[in-house]
């Protein structure tokens, strides 16, 4: 069974930083491309960040862009979200997402992920 769980969320004030983590099990994602989505309260779902399954190709949405970094451990099955000079704007429930290809050209969309983790709260007060 496919299972990603991600962990790391919480509670910071603006200015502070937290790293989410996304643990796979159930097959390796090494080879694929993975992103990262959020989605606050009565708000759609909106990408974050992607980053390739070699790790060497990562995009970000314009408002996160410097920062936060997403990066991979291969040898874990990781996937990580680093978040910087967080914003209370930055606040979601935050969801890792796994497609089936390494590479993937619409990575924005969600519609080309096919698992996802249960999400993580993260929640910034100013």
């Known amino acids: 069974q496919v299972q990603l769980v991600e962990s790391g969320g919480g509670l910071v004030q603006a200015g502070a930083s937290l790293t989410l983590s996304c643990a796979a099990s159930?097959?390796?994602?090494?080879?694929?491309?993975m992103g990262w989505f959020r989605q606050a309260p009565g708000k759609e779902r909106e990408f974050v960040a992607y980053i390739s399954g070699s790790g060497f190709s990562t995009y970000y949405r314009d408002s996160v862009k410097g920062r936060f970094t997403c990066s991979r451990d291969p040898a874990k099955n990781t996937v990580y979200l680093r978040m910087n000079s967080l914003k209370p704007e930055d606040t979601s429930v935050y969801y890792c997402?796994?497609?089936?290809?390494?590479?993937?050209?619409?990575?924005?969309?969600?519609?080309?992920?096919?698992?996802w983790g249960q999400g993580t709260q993260v929640t910034v007060s100013s």
């Open positions: 159930g097959r390796t994602f090494s080879n694929y491309a």
């Open positions: 997402a796994a497609s089936r290809s390494p590479y993937i050209g619409s990575y924005f969309s969600s519609i080309n992920y096919y698992y």
